[in-house]
């Protein structure tokens, strides 16, 4: 399985407060390439099946209610060692415990509105690149 690609969205908090454009700079300063990059909308019925993994989750809800409430950005990343170095850049999912200089930290309200997603294995990676692009779009 190749450890060089990772996925991310950049989650409606961080796209409502016009945080998108540092993120993104940030992004490709720490020396990840975008391979494919799209802005949209998910619904409440897309978010579950993205996040079916936490259904049994008390967050669960909330969790697709909040992802479905404005636009995202989706992206696939490439640099060696992608999925580890990419969590490192964003900090802990709580960013209240987001390391200083990390995007979380810099950018992300509460657990929920934390700003970003980041896959948590080279599968996952590669799993939910394919729930946004087609391999068409991933150049
Ligand atoms: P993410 O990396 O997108 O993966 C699952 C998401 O569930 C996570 O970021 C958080 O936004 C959210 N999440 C995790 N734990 C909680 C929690 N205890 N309460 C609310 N949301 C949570």
Redesign the pocket.
Known sequence: MAKNITFT?I?PDAMADQNAGAIIKMIQEAGFKIKAMKLTKLSNERAGEF?AV?RE???YG??CE??SSGPIIAMILEKENAVTDFRTLIGA??PQEAAEGTIRKLFAK?????A???A?SDENAIVEGNFFFSSLEKF
């Open positions: 969205m989650k996040y936490h989750r008390p967050f909330e969790l909040y992802m999912t709580n509460s657990i929920e509105a934390n970003m997603h980041g948590d």
